[in-house]
């Protein structure tokens, strides 16, 4: 499974939850509007003149950064779900043609005398394979791919699905959130409802 299906996977799979987070905060974002409507109706009874005043700007301003406030916190929120999730996917990789997969990662490592190589339990024999000299250690927190070590320690590679994420993370994030826009916009059009 590629990147794209690893996408697909994670919209599919953090659609509902995405969903509880839009839904809280446009309810916050609701009652923050009705309440700032009020305060300038309230505002603009009391100014004769009907002309915008310093205090009508002031709240502008101030619902407009409660506003921005609530829609950053709820993307930050989301992008957490949404990592969670892309982690908690990683497994799907390890289906058809992992062992292709996990060749590919072991050739992407330069040709040292790796003293250790550290992967997924499941994958000891397939390391012994590419890293014959060294000593094979499973660690429970590799879904796929290893780590290596040489140079007594000094020299250590990440080649792992986890951290493979990590760093595609900041390139995915915008595309992932783009998409989730799109998606509860076009459900909150007239012609989904």
């Not at 009705?34 to 101030?62: F, I, M, P, T, Y």
């Not at 499973?138 to 290893?146: L, Y």
């Given at each position: 499974?590629?990147?794209e299906?690893?996408?697909e996977?994670?919209?599919?799979e953090?659609?509902?939850?995405?969903r509880?987070?839009w839904i809280e905060?446009?309810?916050?974002?609701?009652?923050?509007?009705?309440?700032v409507?009020l305060?300038?109706?309230a505002l603009?009874?009391e100014?004769?003149?009907?002309?915008?005043?310093?205090?009508?700007?002031?709240?502008?301003?101030d619902?407009w950064?409660?506003?921005?406030t609530?829609r950053?916190t709820?993307?930050d929120r989301l992008?957490?779900?949404?990592y969670?999730?892309a982690?908690?996917s990683?497994h799907?990789?390890?289906?058809?043609?992992y062992?292709d997969?996990f060749?590919r990662?072991?050739?992407e490592?330069?040709?040292?005398?790796?003293h250790?190589?550290?992967?997924n339990q499941d994958d000891?024999?397939l390391?012994?394979k590419?890293?014959?000299?060294a000593g094979i250690a499973?660690?429970?927190?590799?879904t796929g791919?290893?780590?290596?070590?040489a140079?007594?320690g000094?020299v250590r590679v990440?080649?792992?699905?986890?951290k493979?994420?990590?760093?595609?993370?900041p390139?995915m994030?915008?595309?992932?959130?783009?998409?989730i826009?799109?998606?509860?916009?076009?459900?909150?059009?007239p012609q989904?409802g």
């Amino acid at each position: 499974m590629g990147c794209e299906e690893l996408i697909e996977s994670l919209k599919k799979e953090a659609e509902e939850k995405v969903r509880e987070i839009w839904i809280e905060a446009e309810e916050e974002a609701g009652k923050m509007r009705a309440g700032v409507s009020l305060r300038l109706e309230a505002l603009r009874r009391e100014n004769a003149s009907g002309s915008s005043s310093e205090a009508d700007q002031k709240v502008l301003l101030d619902a407009w950064n409660r506003a921005r406030t609530i829609r950053l916190t709820s993307e930050d929120r989301l992008s957490a779900r949404l990592y969670i999730l892309a982690v908690s996917s990683l497994h799907l990789l390890r289906g058809k043609g992992y062992e292709d997969i996990f060749q590919r990662l072991a050739l992407e490592i330069p040709p040292l005398g790796w003293h250790s190589v550290q992967v997924n339990q499941d994958d000891c024999d397939l390391a012994g394979k590419f890293f014959p000299d060294a000593g094979i250690a499973a660690d429970r927190n590799i879904t796929g791919g290893m780590e290596a070590e040489a140079e007594e320690g000094w020299v250590r590679v990440a080649n792992t699905f986890e951290k493979r994420l990590e760093r595609a993370w900041p390139q995915m994030l915008p595309g992932l959130i783009a998409d989730i826009y799109r998606e509860v916009m076009d459900d909150e059009s007239p012609q989904a409802g």
